[in-house]
């Protein structure tokens, strides 16, 4: 299938979860596809990122489960105090990360595709350079590269970190030791997700945050309440507003805090570690990318919605970007999307994101997860397009299967156009929230309204019960009905 004089139809360089979605794609559609990986194949998610930090959140999500006494004596259970090995639970993560790797890398090979161990650069158009850890180089061609080189952690100035007492999610998903006290910097999902996994393994966080509330990227209304079950109920002292300016590692882990705004000293306070939890940089600067004239945002490659890199806001002809280093939506799921996107207009089939419809989950215990727009930005259409912006709320408390597992603190908020019923978005917390987004993001894809919607039936007692309660509420403030 190979044009002539390219090495390759395809070279993706990186090969986390956008790397292999492109990889794949191409050549189950018939095309010579190589990728390059410098590290494990896999890349953030598999190795750092969601499989290992969920396996960790599945084992210490059981042992709060059985730690919480009042909650289970409720249902007339009365267990013996819970007992863990920190070790197995360490293992657990580790096992499913070579488990995952090692079936996405064969998955690869079985599809056909060359796996090159090394640093991919651009060379110029239509060439790639690849440096392999012996230090040969060479210089390959292929008739369409697809950068897909993702994003590592972030770490503000004045942090200094040595991967033990003051680290990054990257070491945390080791678990290798339990801090008695721990500082998380940053409440965004990572950070709320080591929270729930450290309190549920008997750690006392304090909880960091730089701008004004704590869980400052969450719908305030869901954030009202979840501060109340994650936050105040737990072992967690949250405190907005304030920078860790400087962070020295060391036994104990010195850590500076000055006021944000003013950049004045507050106090300094000394605890057994630090996760750093700040977000995440670009991985690009390895790229080489002056070679093509390509010019980024804080690092961040320019796309547009086919996945085509942007010079002054032209596409370069087969050069393509997906993923974290694209920085949109930093989530796994939309770098696989991307991935699939950009070898769609490969073959010649033109195909665009609709990043609209892409959800988003935080796997606390209960979870939280959105989609489609918040409530500000709806606000902001609704003005500009002149139409009444709806928004109902639909309560775990008032829904059967919550209340049979005794595990009913939630809400739905459901955001929706009053004159035709389009739905905008929904931010759900509450329990299997990342389960129950899926169905609202499917019809965000759709444009669906809930006159449509309305009449879907969902299981009884199911959850589901929430978002349907929330399209039954909507249909009644329907202009003219
Ligand atoms: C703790 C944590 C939890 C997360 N949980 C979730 C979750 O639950 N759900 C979710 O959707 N997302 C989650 N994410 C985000 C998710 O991991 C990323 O969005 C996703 O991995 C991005 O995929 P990617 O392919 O763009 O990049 P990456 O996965 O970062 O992969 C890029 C790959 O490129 C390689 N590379 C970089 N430069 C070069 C080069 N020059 N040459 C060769 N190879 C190179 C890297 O080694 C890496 O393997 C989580 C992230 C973290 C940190």
Known sequence: ???????????????????????????????????????????????????????????????????????????????????????????????????????????????????????????????????????????????????????????????KTDGRTVFTSDEAVNLEWLPRWIAIIGSGYIGLEFADIYTALGCEVSMIEALDRVMPTFDPDLTKLATRHLIDGRDIDARAGLLASKITPGCPVRIELSEMKSREFVEEIEVDAVLVATGRVPRSDELNLNSMGVKTTRGFIPIDERMRVLINEKPIPHLWAVGDVTGKLMLAHTAAAQGTIAVENILGNSSEIDYRSIPAATFTHPEISSVGFTESDAKELASKDQFELGIVRSYFKANSKALAELDSDGMMKLLFRKDNGEVLGAHIYGLHAADLIQEVANAVHRRQSVIELVNEVHTHPTLSEVVEVAYKQAMKQLNGR
């Open 1 to 159: 299938m190979s044009e002539a004089n390219f090495d390759f139809d395809l070279i993706v360089i990186g090969a986390g979860y956008g790397g292999f979605d492109a990889a794949k794609h191409a050549a189950d559609h018939g095309l010579n596809v190589g990728i390059i990986e410098s590290r494990e194949m896999g890349g953030t998610c598999v190795n750092r990122g969601c499989v290992p930090s969920k396996a960790l959140l599945a084992a210490s999500g059981r042992v709060r489960e059985l730690a919480d006494a009042e909650h289970l004596s409720r249902f007339g259970i009365h267990s013996a105090p819970v007992r863990f090995e920190r070790q197995k639970i360490a293992d657990h993560a580790n096992d499913l990360v070579s488990t995952i790797r090692t079936n996405l890398t064969k998955t690869l090979e079985r599809s056909g595709v060359k796996i090159l161990r090394g640093i991919g650069r651009l060379e110029g158009p239509q060439q790639v350079g690849l440096r392999e850890s012996s230090g040969v180089d060479k210089t390959l061609t292929a008739k369409d590269v697809i950068i897909a080189t993702g994003s590592d952690p972030f770490v503000p100035p004045g942090i």
